[in-house]
């Protein structure tokens, strides 16, 4: 009875663990093993093993296991085959200060995927991993090249869509280098988990070649990051690749049209600034934006907005239809669409500083270059307030600007570095950067910078070393929300995606990502503003310099 007890009790738990494991989960599992050993096995991170052509070997023996005690034993022969991982000798104590909100191997431990001796190799792999340089991955400074680089993959001349191997491995891949070294991952309003699961059926068997292309861009647009998205030649095929001959600015899920890209093509099109479209084709601008949003890069809402027109106004046909507004009356019309090379954009030349009335300064920090700043000095010195127009990105002048106006050096950002020596990881750079010196001749008079959500990345760092300022004022609205380098990479032949490579933060650790640079003054232009031709976060910061509120 006892003997008979005991089989019943093992065979309940043989059971319990040997229970069906679906396709999705054994690949998604696939692909986090996979990418950990990729970097953390110190028999693979030395570069001595094909690592695709290892995941090409893998992948139909995970396809055949059926439970996931099968498939734990593939897993586990699999790490076997790939040589001893020596115990570490000493295990020094770290003493860098790590930042840990990306960092979570807890899925070692998934009782329904891993059996307890899996889970044990894996976390002795995690604790014994390679500290030296990485094959793969590097992440070094003053090297004249970005600082992160993934290195040594191989390059596929003859990539095939309808190849599942490469598919897989084009989302592995991907899945992977977001998982160890995206600084802002914690702070994608998806989980990362969850996305893998969400988005490998569109891999493992997509509906056609152009399913597939949308799930690449898909992918990238869910960090949530303004430098985030993944260009491929279809994307022009799928959207179109003819332009309307006007920028539009979305407010109240209307397009006002807020600039002509040439004056002879709007002419002929009969379109004016001002002009509010409300349909294209017949569809709603909000109904647009809807449907079009996942694929358009953003880490915030002013950003996606701000991207988003070429969903919305692009296609492949000459013309389009739009509903419009003008004079309060409600029209009809087509227009043109041109390629973009034959849209031959007008590009207004825009001075680099002037004086307004009131003896106010303005700066136009998109054309102010270093060889610039004694002249500027000299001409705006004695204004009583100087405007610095960030809306757009200004070149590198940051450091010999905030000399000028700082009367000392003052600590404006701190930076966050992946550690590729133990991925997923980040640390704090030593180095709090700083701006301004030793000045009692700096620049006495009010200062005030514009911004919005053009003001992205550099802009952004540039707005951070204006705060530094005595009594500066911040005017404007909600900026892009991608601060740090914006790291451009070949994901595999065809497409080319990027991502911010590394945090930026406020010297006490405060978030910019997302978040953006928040004025202390908010003003957003309004559709009556645009058709009055007006500029309404100037006007206000002209308003602040003349009477301080």
Same mark, same amino acid.
């Given at each position: 009875m006892k003997k008979l007890l005991l089989v019943s009790i093992l065979l309940f738990f043989q059971n319990s663990f040997s229970k069906p494991i679906t396709e999705t989960q054994k690949l998604a599992a696939t692909c986090k093993v996979w990418g950990f050993l990729k970097y953390y096995h110190p028999n693979v991170t030395d570069g001595s093993k094909n690592w695709d052509e290892q995941l090409f070997q893998i992948l139909p023996k995970v396809e055949e296991a059926q439970t996931s005690e099968a498939f734990s034993l593939v897993i586990e022969n699999w790490i076997d085959s790939l040589g001893e991982v020596k115990k570490l000798k000493t295990n020094k104590v770290s003493k860098k200060e790590y930042f840990d909100k990306n960092f979570d191997l807890s899925w070692f431990n998934k009782k329904e995927l891993f059996s307890k001796s899996l889970s044990k190799k894996l976390?002795?792999?995690?604790?014994?991993?390679?500290?030296?340089?990485?094959?793969?991955?590097?992440?070094?400074?003053?090297?004249?090249?970005?600082?992160?680089?993934?290195?040594?993959?191989?390059?596929?001349?003859?990539?095939?869509?309808?190849?599942?191997?490469?598919?897989?491995?084009?989302?592995?891949?991907?899945?992977?280098?977001?998982?160890?070294?995206f600084p802002y991952k914690y702070q994608m309003d998806e989980n990362w988990d969850k996305v893998l699961i969400e988005m490998l059926p569109r891999f493992y068997a997509p509906e056609s070649d152009k399913d597939f292309g949308l799930a690449m861009r898909e992918i990238s647009i869910k960090l949530n990051d303004t430098h985030a998205s993944t260009q491929m030649p279809q994307l022009f095929e799928y959207f179109g690749d003819k332009f309307i001959p006007a920028d539009v600015k979305?407010?109240?899920?209307?397009?006002?049209?807020?600039?002509?890209?040439?004056?002879?093509?709007?002419?002929?099109?009969?379109?004016? @600034?001002?002009?509010? /479209? =409300?349909?294209? +084709?017949?569809? *709603?601008?909000?109904?647009?934006?809807?449907?079009? $949003?996942?694929?358009?890069?953003?880490?915030?809402?002013?950003?996606?907005?701000?991207?988003?027109y070429w969903t919305i106004f692009n296609g492949a046909s000459p013309s389009v239809e739009i509903e419009f507004i003008r004079d309060g009356k409600t029209a009809v019309k087509s227009i043109n669409?041109?390629?973009?090379?034959?849209?031959?954009?007008?590009?207004?030349?825009?001075?680099?500083?002037?004086?307004?009335?009131?003896?106010?300064?303005?700066?136009?920090?998109?054309?102010?270059?270093?060889?610039? @700043?004694?002249?500027? /000095? =000299?001409?705006? +010195?004695?204004? *009583?307030?100087?405007?610095?127009?960030?809306?757009? $990105?200004?070149?590198?002048?940051?450091?010999?600007?905030?000399?000028?106006?700082?009367?000392e050096e003052k600590e404006f950002a701190r930076f966050l570095d992946p550690d590729v020596s133990y991925p997923g990881r980040y640390?704090?750079?030593?180095?709090?950067?700083?701006?301004?010196?030793?000045?009692?001749?700096?620049?006495?008079?009010?200062?005030?910078?514009?911004?919005?959500?053009?003001?992205?990345?550099?802009?952004?760092?540039?707005?951070?070393?204006?705060?530094?300022?005595?009594?500066?004022?911040?005017?404007?609205?909600?900026?892009?929300?991608?601060?740090?380098?914006?790291?451009?990479?070949?994901?595999?032949?065809?497409?080319?995606?990027?991502?911010?490579?590394?945090?930026?933060?406020?010297?006490?650790?405060?978030?910019?990502?997302?978040?953006?640079?928040?004025?202390?003054?908010?003003?957003?232009?309004?559709?009556?503003?645009?058709?009055?031709?007006?500029?309404?976060?100037?006007?206000?910061?002209?308003?602040?310099?003349?009477?301080g509120k």
């Open positions: 976390k002795f792999i995690e604790e014994n991993r390679l500290q030296g340089k990485q094959f793969y991955v590097d992440f070094a400074f003053n090297t004249g090249k970005m600082p992160l680089q993934f290195n040594n993959e191989v390059k596929y001349t003859d990539f095939k869509w309808t190849d599942k191997n490469m598919r897989l491995l084009s989302l592995f891949r991907y899945w992977n280098y977001i998982e160890y070294f979305i407010i109240d899920e209307k397009a006002i049209v807020f600039s002509l890209k040439n004056d002879s093509l709007a002419k002929v099109n009969d379109l004016k @600034i001002g002009d509010v /479209i =409300t349909k294209v +084709n017949g569809k *709603n601008i909000g109904e647009l934006i809807k449907e079009n $949003r996942k694929y358009v890069e953003g880490s915030n809402e002013p950003s996606v907005l701000k991207n988003i669409r041109y390629k973009y090379q034959d849209l031959k954009i007008q590009f207004p030349e825009k001075g680099k500083w002037k004086i307004l009335e009131g003896n106010i300064g303005y700066v136009n920090y998109g054309e102010l270059e270093e060889s610039d @700043i004694p002249a500027l /000095i =000299t001409a705006l +010195n004695d204004t *009583n307030a100087i405007v610095f127009d960030n809306r757009e $990105r200004p070149q590198d002048v940051l450091y010999a600007v905030s000399n000028w106006l700082n009367a640390v704090w750079r030593e180095r709090i950067e700083k701006c301004g010196k030793t000045n009692p001749d700096n620049y006495k008079g009010q200062v005030i910078v514009l911004i919005d959500e053009k003001a992205v990345s550099h802009a952004e760092f540039n707005a951070m070393s204006l705060k530094t300022v005595p009594k500066v004022k911040i005017i404007g609205s909600q900026t892009g929300g991608a601060d740090g380098a914006n790291y451009g990479f070949p994901l595999i032949k065809g497409f080319y995606t990027s991502f911010t490579c590394y945090g930026v933060f406020y010297p006490d650790k405060k978030e910019t990502q997302r978040i953006g640079i928040v004025p202390d003054i908010e003003v957003k232009p309004t559709i009556l503003g645009i058709q009055q031709g007006r500029d309404e976060v100037l006007e206000r910061a002209i308003l602040f310099a003349k009477n």
